[in-house]
């Protein structure tokens, strides 16, 4: 059972803009993009939190790594891009799915907000 907005976009019940899929992992662009590019890059497995990850997913995580760069040379991105995965209520994570922001296309400030 994955009723979460991403579990629908796994499943095609909602629409997303895919940039990339295998079994285990899906990409596709945030709809409220905070730079030139902005994919999330997912497990088709839900794990709700970050801090809920384990060592049974440790192939899993990496994966979704491989998978940024795999689309970093698909889309050309040659300047940069920066991965972030939010925890919790301070880190402002709203999808109870663990997902990577890749960010490019823009100077990113350090440290973030
Ligand atoms: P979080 O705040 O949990 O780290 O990131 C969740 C991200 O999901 C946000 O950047 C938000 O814009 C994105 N998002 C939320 N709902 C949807 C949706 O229905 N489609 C897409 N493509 N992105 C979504």
Do not use: C
Request: proline share 6%.
């Amino acid at each position: 059972m994955n009723d979460t907005i991403f579990g629908k976009i796994i499943n095609k019940e909602i629409p997303a803009e895919i940039v990339y899929e295998d079994d285990i992992s899906i990409a596709f662009k945030d709809v409220n993009p905070q730079a030139p590019i902005h994919i999330l890059i997912i497990p088709k497995k839900l794990i709700d939190m970050p801090q809920n990850i384990t060592d049974e997913d440790d192939n899993l995580v990496g994966h979704l790594f491989s998978v940024a760069s795999k689309i970093a040379k698909k889309l050309n991105i040659t300047n940069g891009y920066r991965l972030v995965m939010n925890n919790g209520q301070d880190a402002g994570q709203s999808v109870l799915h663990v997902h990577l922001h890749m960010l490019a296309g823009r100077k990113l400030t350090w440290p973030p907000g």
